[in-house]
């Protein structure tokens, strides 16, 4: 199994700047892609980033373009977000997800049944 630790979380004004870690153990052998998701309060899970094994491949939401950065090192079993220029509707609990066989298409980065790894989540608080 893998398992996913999120950190970097907390509350920053609107136009900050915050990154995500996410570390991974156990079979990281299986990380074949990962992804950044997230969800507010009352809201459905949202697809935020994704990224391939090789780092080659990055897809991100139409709503985080130009502003996130996701990014991996697999010699430290870490996936990154670096999220800058943040909006109060960023505001979200994160989580990091990890897809355990190679994706057959690109669309099987963008969804949440894609992947069978989850970490717990981090918060992200962007005031106005």
């Known amino acids: 199994q893998v398992q996913l630790v999120e950190s970097g979380g907390g509350l920053v004004q609107a136009g900050g700047s915050l990154r995500l870690s996410c570390a991974a153990s156990g079979r990281t052998f299986s990380m074949y892609a990962m992804g950044w998701f997230r969800q507010a309060p009352g809201k459905e899970r949202e697809f935020v980033a994704a990224i391939s094994w090789s780092g080659g491949s990055t897809y991100y939401a139409d709503s985080v373009k130009g502003r996130f950065t996701i990014s991996r090192d697999n010699a430290k079993n870490t996936v990154y977000l670096q999220m800058n220029s943040l909006k109060p509707e960023d505001t979200a609990v994160y989580y990091c997800?990890?897809?355990?066989?190679?994706?057959?298409?690109?669309?099987?980065?963008?969804?949440?049944?894609?992947?069978?790894?989850w970490g717990q989540g981090t918060q992200v608080t962007v005031s106005a």
């Open positions: 997800a990890a897809r355990s066989t190679w994706p057959k298409n690109s669309r099987q980065y963008y969804y949440p049944a894609e992947y069978g790894y």
